[in-house]
């Protein structure tokens, strides 16, 4: 049976897994599930994960639903999937799996949040978002930035989180810096070191980065907050 990947592209992990199957050239049928108008709780999804998250993929009735380890699994189970994506040797796996655990309560946490406060929940509500909370979650999400440029990225001498080549923890870390922008905040304009990194992925993951994150530009360009020069 083809592997099917069942997924929201607004969502930043959904967006993750989709660019590392299609990058990788892992054969795949894409399920779309629309978040907004709450498929992940029709009966045929909550079969599959009573979770209600996206992204899941069910392989031959196998089911994984949780971004990193669908990439990790994929990694083990594709004999032809290069090296670099995810390495076969255990110090390898774990410098990846360290950024990805990191990234949970760091840049996920505050990338994330900082959308929903300043921009979903807002226009979800159709009223203002509160400025507090979007202080706070700007701090979050700031602190988060400076350590992935300072420690991860070695203030911008190191190419890549891991290795000599992009991998699943790059392509992870570039679909959250992606999310902020909606909400008026451009990360390529403010941290110009991260916005060269996040500039060499989407190079390097040509033409698949582009493709997968057309949804959430067009909703930029539809609905975001534009950021200020």
Not at 120 to 135: C, F, G, N
Not at 137 to 156: C, F, H, N, P
Request: charged share 25%.
């Amino acid at each position: 049976m083809t592997l099917k990947v069942l997924l929201d592209v607004m969502s930043q992990p959904s967006r993750a897994v989709l660019i590392f199957c299609r990058a990788a050239q892992i054969p795949h049928e894409f399920k779309p599930i629309r978040v907004a108008k709450l498929e992940h709780h029709g009966p045929e999804f909550v079969a599959m994960n009573p979770l209600k998250t996206v992204p899941i993929i069910n392989d031959d009735g196998f089911v994984v639903k949780d971004s990193s380890a669908i990439m990790r699994y994929l990694s083990s189970t594709r004999a032809d999937i290069p090296d670099h994506w995810y390495p076969r040797d255990p110090q390898g796996q774990a410098k990846i799996d360290e950024y990805l655990h990191w990234q949970h309560l760091n840049t996920r946490a505050g990338c994330a949040m900082y959308f929903r406060t300043k921009w979903l929940m807002p226009m979800l509500k159709q009223s203002p978002a509160d400025e507090a909370k979007v202080e706070s979650r700007l701090m979050t999400m700031e602190e988060a930035l400076a350590k992935v440029q300072s420690v991860w990225l070695d203030e911008g001498r190191k190419k890549y989180l891991v290795g000599d080549a992009v991998s699943v923890a790059d392509i992870m870390l570039c679909c959250e810096m992606e999310q902020p922008l909606v909400a008026g905040y451009d990360i390529r304009q403010k941290w110009p070191k991260l916005g060269e990194y996040m500039d060499r992925i989407k190079e390097d993951l040509h033409p698949h980065y582009e493709d997968v994150h057309k949804v959430l530009y067009g909703m930029y360009d539809k609905f975001g907050i534009k950021a200020k020069l």
